[in-house]
Antibody, heavy 120, light 108 residues
Framework: QVQLVQSGAEVKKPGASVKVSCKAS????????INWVRQATGQGLEWMGW????????GYAQKFQGRVTMTRNTSTNTAYMELSSLKSEDTAVYYC?????????????WGQGTPVTVSS | EIVLTQSPGTLSLSPGERGTLSCRAS???????LAWYQQKRGQAPRLLMY???TRATGIPDRFSGSGSGTDFTLTISRLEPEDFAVYYC?????????FGGGTKIQIK
């Protein structure tokens, strides 16, 4: 069955960058968009952006423009989300999620989440 | 940009009762692009419903979705113990995903 396995928890200082990975298996990686969603403790879901693993094309939420970069490695079926200039408000669980073929932003499969803590 | 407002914020119900959750959009959306997700404590969200009223694979038929335009509803006909969770609606058309703020169903 489709699996998305994310990298482990991260602790970063303010101003640093974090790069989270999402390894896909049991489907054709380049056929479905990968989205990233984050969730601060006790808060709701916040969509960050999408990436097309085939073309490398991306689309980011305005809030994260200039700070987020989504990339991929098609030889290892892995998607990456890098967030720079970290602030304490970026402390959250970060999820990758696979879209459906006909609806790339409809999130059918999710990774287990990667906790990121930003603290001095 | 479409804003989704969910109500109520918290719903206190007993097992076996009916749960009705609302999702209101700031402008009319095509019902073909409205989804609902369930999130249990400590877990990733799970897709429940898409196209406003189509259940995702494996979702029991006590869950139903309805609505059009700006008003959408998720109904759980008889709450089971595993249904106590947080529910989010999402608009998934275009190039920007948008989530509502969520409704928590808690045990009364």
């Amino acid at each position: 069955q489709v699996q998305l396995v994310q990298s482990g928890a991260e602790v970063k200082k303010p101003g640093a960058s974090v790069k989270v990975s999402c390894k896909a298996s049991e489907y054709t990686f380049t056929s479905y968009d990968i989205n990233w969603v984050r969730q601060a403790t006790g808060q709701g879901l916040e969509w960050m952006g999408w990436m097309n693993p085939n073309s490398g094309n991306t689309g980011y939420a305005q809030k994260f423009q200039g700070r987020v970069t989504m990339t991929r490695n098609t030889s290892t079926n892995t998607a990456y989300m890098e967030l720079s200039s970290l602030k304490s408000e970026d402390t959250a669980v970060y999820y990758c999620a696979r879209g459906r073929w006909e609806a790339p932003l409809l999130l059918e499969y999710w990774g287990q989440g990667t906790p990121v803590t930003v603290s001095s | 940009e479409i804003v989704l407002t969910q109500s109520p914020g918290t719903l206190s119900l007993s097992p076996g009762e009916r749960g009705t959750l609302s999702c209101r959009a700031s402008q009319s959306v095509s019902s073909s692009y409205l989804a609902w997700y369930q999130q249990k404590r400590g877990q990733a969200p799970r897709l429940l419903m898409y196209d406003a009223s189509t259940r995702a694979t494996g979702i029991p038929d006590r869950f139903s979705g309805s609505g059009s335009g700006t008003d959408f509803t998720l109904t759980i006909s008889r709450l089971e113990p595993e249904d106590f969770a947080v529910y989010y609606c999402q608009h998934y058309r275009g190039s920007r995903g948008t989530f509502g703020g969520g409704t928590k169903i808690q045990i009364k």
